[in-house]
C-alpha cells in the first residue's frame, strides 16, 4: 500500500478524485496501481464473507463491502454543491445503511449467535480480523491520537503568561463530503466558506447600500487566537508616530459648533496694528535724528588739524626698530644709513619713464595767421588750380561742357546778331537766366542745410568729442538762489552744454558741482560769473515750467515745498521783493578728474550741513562743502 490512507467515505459517481476547497492543498492523485490493489482487496473480501456465510445455519451471504472510495476531480466540486443539502442528506443516509447490513451479516457469519438486525439485538462482537482493513482502521485512529495531542501541546506552548485558558476548540471533523487536509485535520475556519459557495464570477455583485458604512463587511475573527489579543489596541512608537496623520474614519467625523466673535475684537487688532505702525515710525524719526546729530558731529571734526606723527613712514625703514623719534638720529647707531642692513646703497635705480596722461588732451598746432591780402592770393590759386583739372576734364571728353554764362554787361558780346535784331528778347531771356541761377544757388544752399535734429545730434557729437579729450570740473558757491530767473539760467545752461553734477539748496548758500568738457565748462564758468547778474531780483512768472530745482522730481517732497515756502521764496512775507545787493558767485575750484564722478544733472534740498556732506559723500565730493565753508571765512 502506499504511504496515504484511504478515504473513509463511500464512492460517487467514481470521482478520481476527492473534493478539495479552492484554498486548501490539492490531494494526491491515486494511481492505477493503487486502484487495482484496492479492488482486488475488496474482491478477496467479498469471497471470504461468502464462504463464512455459506458454512453457517442457512443464513444469507453477505454482500461486498463498498469499495474504497476514489477522489473526485476538482472540476466536479463546484457544481455538487449548487445542487443543495437534499441530496448530499440522502445519499449520506444510503451510505449508512448500507454499512450497517455489511456490519450486522458480517457479525452473523461470524458468530452465528447474534441476534437480528432487524430486532437490534446485537451480542458481543467477535474479535476483529486480523487483515488489511483492521490494520488501516488502526493505523487511522493512532493518527488521530497524535495529531489531537501535537495540537493541544501546540496552543498550551503559545498560550500568554497569565492568560486564562480560553483557546476555542478545533473544529469537529466533518463526516460529510468535502475537501480534508492531511492526517484527518479539518480545514481552518477562514478555508470553510468557499465550500458550497458559487463561483468567483457568479458571487461578485455591485453594493447593496448607498452608502460606504453600509457596505463594509464585519471584520473576521482568528478562532485560534485568544479573545484577549484580538481585543488588544495596537501600538505604535510614539517617536515616529503621528496620530494626526492617521487617516480619519467615517464615524469619527462631529459637527463643529458655531463660534461668534465678540463685539470689537477687530477694531481692537486694528487700534494694535495703528500703535505698532506709530512706534515703528517714531523709532525710524528718532533713528534719522540722532544719525543728523552724528553727521554734524563729524562735520565739525572735519576742520580740525591732526598733529604729524613722531616718525614718518617714510623714514622708518632708517631708523632703528626701537627708536620712535627724531632724536639724535645722526650718532653713529641711531640710525641704518651707512649700516650693513641699510636700504641704500651705491646704485641708482631709473624708473621707466611714463607718458604724462594730460599730454593726450593737448590741442594740435595752430596754423600760422595770415593777413587778408595773404588769404585772398591763397584763395585764388586754390581756385586755378580746380578751374584748369576741369578744364583738362572738358578737352577729355570726360565731362560736358557748361552753358555759356550770360549776363547783362556781357550780352551784347555774346549774342551781338541777336541783340541787335530783337533786343527785348534778348534781355528777357538774360533775366530768366539769371533768376535760374539764383534760385539754383538758394535751393542748393536748403539741401545743405541740416535739419534740427542734424544739428542736435551734431552737437552732441562735438560735445563728447570734446569731453573725450579730458573731463574738467567747476565748483561755484552762490550765497542766494532765491530768485527763479537766476534758478533757471543754472539749469538750462547746464543741460544744454551736456554737464553733469549737482545743485546743493542749503539756507545759507548754495552750491553748484558742474563736470563736462572743456568748451562746455569755459561756456558754462563764463556765464556763471560774468553773464548772470546776481544782484537783481525779479518777480515769479506765474506760468513758469517747473525745472529741477523747483519740481517734486529730486529730494523729499516736503522739504521742496518748504524750502519753496520760506527762502527759496523771491518774496518776503509783506509780500515784497528780497534785497540781493550782495549776493554773488565765487569760483571755488577749478580742474580735471580721470573720469566722471555724476552721472546725471540733479539737485537736493539739504537743511543741515551734515546732510549736504552726506549727499555729497556718495560722489565723493564732500571736500567741496568744507572748502566752500572756509571760502568765505578768507573772504
Known sequence: MSGKRPHDQADYDGDAKRVRSNNGSPAPPQ?????????AMAKIAAMKARMAAGRSNGAPAAPAPAPLPRQ????????????????????????MRKLEEAKAKIAAARGGTSGSPATGGFGAPPPMQQGPGSEMAVRLAEQKEEARRRAAELANRNRAPGVSPALPPPPPRQEGRGARGGLGIGLHPSLMGDLGAPSRAKSQQGPKFSTTKGNQQPAKVNPYLPASLQEQDTKFDEEIYDPTLASRKGGDRKTRELVFNQKGKFIAQANALKQQARIEEMKKRIAMETRKTEIEEAGDKAFLVQAPPDVEWWDEGLLPPDQNTYDEWDKPGRNRIESDDTIITIYVQHPVLLKAPQEAFQPGPKPMMLTKIEQKKLRRQRRMADMKDEQAKIRLGLVEPPPPKVKKSNMMRVLGEQAVKDPTAV???VNREIAQRQNDHEV???DRKLTKEQRAEKLREQQAADEAKGVKVCVFRVENLSSGKHRYQVDVNAKQNNLMGIVVLHPTMNLIIVEGGAHSI??????????IKWAENTLPLSATTPTTFTGPADGTESKQSNARDSWLNPMTEDGSLKDLSENRCQLVWE????????????SRVCETDGEA????RRSGMENMWTLARSLNEVV
Open 31 to 39: 494511481t492505477d496501481v493503487e486502484r487495482k490493489r484496492a479492488e
Open 72 to 95: 473526485a476531480p476538482a472540476s466536479s466540486v463546484a457544481p455538487q454543491a449548487a445542487n443543495g443539502m437534499d441530496e448530499i442528506a440522502a445519499k449520506k443516509a444510503a451510505t
Open 427 to 429: 534781355e528777357a531771356r
Open 444 to 446: 542748393a544752399n536748403e
Open 522 to 531: 569755459k561756456a558754462y564758468k563764463k556765464l556763471m560769473l560774468n553773464r
Open 591 to 602: 580742474g580735471e578728474e580721470r573720469q566722471k564722478s555724476f552721472k546725471r544733472w540733479y
Open 613 to 616: 556732506r552726506e549727499v555729497l
